[in-house]
């Protein structure tokens, strides 16, 4: 069973803005109802409350962007064209705060938001944000939709027996998981490696077909001689194809080549008649996909490993 791991550094940040989000909604959705009672100011004041807390909101988001890589131009630029230094300026607080959750997210933290975890608030905002989907609404995960990207199934097993003919065996395999796209790219590298070594074989054997005196070789039988002479100059431009092929298929990363086979997959699913198969499962795309290990069918002949 895959469990969560503690949120540090980038995870941190991430789950802080989506509690941040959750507080703002709240907040705000409480603002609607028109009978409720206003003073003088009270309008003003809830509407400054709400600025207030967007402006933790974007000082979370910057924090999430540093801790994953964006450049300071690239916020100055989102942030409405300002220059690297401005967006320096503007939010050089959350250097010292993107510093302090390399370590997680501070126990006070935790307490102000009366839990003893941020694996446990990450699974109390799976709640929220499941409780308020509406009809219509895409999740691509609607069973760990905020912890998904914090679950880890530890370390792949070897799955190089694993049959993927069984529908949900292979379907696994197209999946986020990562051990699903570690079994991916091992197979494709194994694959178009024996293709690049089969294509070699038969351009290797034409070359020497074509450096051979084939008249010499068979004198009282010419029509051998024209045979394989015919054969090496059709195989030739096939072996060149097919190693040219190899290379772009495995150059190609594995975020393209798998989009290509979910929809092929979809398609033959709809084609054997699974009209309802509209397209790939949520569940099995993004972190979430971690929760779903795979499918016990794919183990039928082989065993899973200890």
């Given at each position: 069973?895959?469990?969560?791991?503690?949120?540090?550094?980038?995870?941190?940040?991430?789950?802080?803005?989506?509690?941040?989000?959750?507080?703002?909604?709240?907040?705000?959705?409480?603002?609607?109802?028109?009978?409720?009672?206003?003073?003088?100011?009270?309008?003003?004041?809830?509407?400054?409350?709400?600025?207030?807390?967007?402006?933790?909101?974007?000082?979370?988001?910057?924090?999430?962007?540093?801790?994953?890589?964006?450049?300071?131009?690239?916020?100055?630029?989102?942030?409405?064209?300002?220059?690297?230094?401005?967006?320096?300026?503007?939010?050089?607080?959350?250097?010292?705060?993107?510093?302090?959750?390399?370590?997680?997210?501070?126990?006070?933290?935790?307490?102000?938001?009366?839990?003893?975890?941020?694996?446990?608030?990450?699974?109390?905002?799976?709640?929220?944000?499941?409780?308020?989907?509406?009809?219509?609404?895409?999740?691509?995960?609607?069973?760990?939709?905020?912890?998904?990207?914090?679950?880890?199934?530890?370390?792949?097993?070897?799955?190089?027996?694993?049959?993927t003919g069984p529908d949900e065996a292979y379907e696994w395999l197209l999946s986020d998981?990562?051990?699903?796209?570690?079994?991916?790219?091992?197979?494709?590298?194994?694959?178009?490696?024996?293709?690049?070594?089969?294509?070699?074989?038969?351009?290797?054997?034409?070359?020497?077909?074509?450096?051979?005196?084939?008249?010499?070789?068979?004198p009282h039988n010419p029509e051998i001689a024209q045979?394989?002479?015919?054969?090496?100059?059709?195989?030739?431009?096939?072996?060149?194809?097919?190693?040219?092929?190899?290379?772009?298929?495995?150059?190609?990363?594995?975020?393209?080549?798998?989009?290509?086979?979910?929809?092929?997959?979809?398609?033959?699913?709809?084609?054997?008649?699974?009209?309802?198969?509209?397209?790939?499962?949520?569940?099995?795309?993004?972190?979430?996909?971690?929760?779903?290990?795979?499918?016990?069918?794919?183990?039928?002949?082989?065993?899973?490993?200890?």
């Amino acid at each position: 069973m895959a469990e969560l791991r503690d949120p540090r550094g980038a995870d941190a940040a991430r789950l802080l803005y989506a509690d941040t989000a959750r507080r703002l909604s709240d907040f705000v959705r409480r603002l609607v109802p028109t009978s409720r009672d206003h003073g003088p100011g009270d309008y003003l004041h809830e509407a400054l409350l709400v600025m207030r807390e967007a402006e933790r909101l974007l000082e979370l988001a910057v924090i999430t962007e540093r801790a994953q890589g964006t450049t300071w131009d690239t916020i100055g630029e989102t942030a409405g064209g300002i220059t690297k230094q401005s967006a320096q300026r503007k939010w050089a607080e959350t250097t010292e705060a993107l510093t302090i959750l390399t370590e997680g997210i501070h126990p006070d933290a935790l307490r102000s938001r009366h839990v003893p975890t941020a694996q446990r608030l990450a699974e109390d905002l799976d709640d929220w944000y499941t409780r308020h989907l509406q009809p219509g609404d895409d999740a691509d995960d609607v069973a760990r939709p905020v912890s998904g990207y914090l679950l880890d199934p530890g370390p792949s097993p070897d799955l190089s027996a694993y049959d993927t003919g069984p529908d949900e065996a292979y379907e696994w395999l197209l999946s986020d998981h990562p051990w699903a796209r570690t079994e991916r790219i091992r197979r494709v590298e194994t694959g178009w490696d024996a293709e690049l070594r089969n294509a070699a074989d038969v351009r290797t054997w034409t070359d020497h077909i074509q450096g051979t005196d084939l008249d010499q070789r068979y004198p009282h039988n010419p029509e051998i001689a024209q045979n394989l002479r015919g054969l090496a100059d059709l195989m030739r431009p096939i072996a060149d194809e097919q190693q040219l092929r190899a290379h772009l298929e495995a150059a190609a990363p594995d975020e393209i080549r798998v989009e290509r086979l979910r929809e092929r997959w979809v398609n033959h699913r709809r084609a054997q008649g699974d009209h309802d198969y509209r397209r790939y499962p949520a569940h099995l795309l993004g972190p979430g996909a971690a929760a779903y290990p795979p499918p016990e069918s794919g183990w039928r002949d082989t065993g899973r490993p200890t």
